[in-house]
């Protein structure tokens, strides 16, 4: 019953967020979901839901494995009501963000009794509950939605001691992992090549006669506008953002070339969008009004998002620096935004500084006179921008695609065990 709650709890909440077209797409194709045909093979990927977190953790680690370690991989979900079916299909079973109900219980008592590999997985710092109180977006959540995280996502998998094997996609919660008497193996998020094709066809857009891709929404008055980027993708950022607020206030004063593009659902400060008013002197709910200094759009699907990153100038990826949820997030902004040859300025999580080497490809910065002297330089000098967005693709190409993966002692780690039929 709960796992149905919480399945309401956020239909509701996308609806409310992205709208009835938006949201009931999403909440369908879920729906639809849960009848997707799974074959047999290798390894069985079980996730807790479509979301980004299940794209870049079951999807595109299956494409990973699939290119790389020859892998039979599929994909199911958990609610999925043939899932203990499944036990008879697969050698290896990773369970990615999964609520311990009973169906996933008589799956994994299948397992066991065969013999066959569980592995944990997670990319979030959300499998033990005392961390709770480190997650902005928790108490943003309605009550069918926190039911989720009640004693922590997969808790019950992780506590369990034929759980010998844990993945995650940072050095910072394999750490964590390994205080739970796991053997971790780190695999990064990466691009799959369906990102790398549609980044690809963005940027030979934006190189062209017209300079812009059709799919972005940003456009600007002048070609000396500078547009900062941030791109929330959930939400529950609205401390992180924050830790820039005050340094983005002072630049507005001192650039009048600069603008800032915001995605997803932040809740701004009134100090910012006080800004539109100053340059226009009327309030205007046009949101897309190149008049504005500040423009805010809502979700928009993996495509869009991708070219309105590949034209803003600056990414933006803070976060609460010493907040272990916040210490935990991978550098996926940075990637991504990388292979589009967008420079990042990222606060100096352990992620970021494992991923950014400063002033190379990026910048990481832990306190507000280091953001504002580092993106001042940017806003500045526009070869920097590029020379540096040159060095940021070149890494995205070479450490986070699919294509380009190497993760040999995991791969090894899961052919060995592979039972034979």
């Known amino acids: ?14 609806l409310k967020e992205e709208g009835l077209w938006r949201g009931g797409t999403r909440i369908t194709k879920s729906f639809f979901n849960l009848f997707h045909h799974v074959g047999s093979g290798d390894v069985l990927f079980i996730t807790g839901g479509l979301g980004d977190s299940a794209r870049y953790r079951s999807w595109h680690v299956v494409e990973e494995l699939r290119l790389q ?14 899932l203990s079916g499944y036990a008879d299909k697969f050698s290896i079973f990773i369970f990615h963000r999964v609520m311990y109900t009973p169906s996933v219980a008589k799956l994994i008592e299948k397992i066991k009794a065969q013999h066959k590999t569980i592995i944990f997985e997670t990319d979030d710092l959300v499998f033990d509950a005392k961390y709770q109180k480190d997650m902005d977006h928790f108490r943003k959540m309605n009550t069918f939605e926190r039911k989720q995280y009640a004693g922590g996502v997969g808790a019950e998998i992780l506590a369990d001691p034929y759980v010998e094997v844990a993945t ?20 990064p998020n990466k691009l799959s090549q369906e990102d790398v094709q549609t980044m690809d066809e963005i940027l030979a857009a934006t190189k062209g006669a017209a300079g812009r891709d059709a799919r972005s929404c940003i456009s600007t008055e002048s070609e000396n506008d500078v547009i900062i980027g941030y791109f929330s993708g959930a939400k529950g950022h609205d401390k992180d953002f924050a830790v820039v607020t005050d340094v983005l206030l002072e630049l507005f004063q001192k650039y009048p070339q600069l603008r800032l593009f915001v995605a997803g659902p932040l809740v701004l400060d009134e100090r910012l969008l006080a800004l539109n008013k100053s340059v226009s002197g009327v309030e205007t709910q046009d949101l897309a009004s190149q008049e504005k200094r500040i423009i805010q759009v809502a979700y928009v699907p993996r495509a869009e998002h991708f070219a309105n990153v590949a034209h803003i100038d600056i ?25 589009l040859g967008v420079p990042t300025v990222a606060s100096a999580t352990d992620p970021f500084r494992r991923a950014i080497e400063d ?21 500045e ?7 540096m967005g040159e060095r940021a693709h070149e890494k995205a190409v070479t450490k986070y695609t699919t294509t380009n993966a190497h993760n040999e002692e995991y791969y090894a780690f899961l052919k060995s065990k592979i039972i034979s039929a």
């Open 1 to 14: 019953m709960d796992l149905w709650l919480i399945k309401l709890g956020k239909a509701w909440s996308a």
């Open 69 to 82: 370690a020859g892998l039979r991989c599929s994909i199911t979900v958990q609610d999925n009501p043939f």
């Open 168 to 187: 995650t996609s940072t050095d910072f919660l394999a750490e964590k992992l390994r205080e739970q008497n796991k053997t971790v193996f780190v695999v």
């Open 315 to 339: 990414n933006v990826a803070p976060l609460e620096v010493g907040n272990p949820f916040c210490e935990s997030k991978s550098e996926l902004k940075f990637f991504e935004a990388g292979y």
């Open 359 to 379: 002033g190379v490809d990026g910048f990481v910065a832990m306190k507000s006179d280091e953001w504002k002297e580092k993106l001042s330089r940017l806003i």
């Open 381 to 387: 000098d526009k070869n920097l921008r590029s020379q």
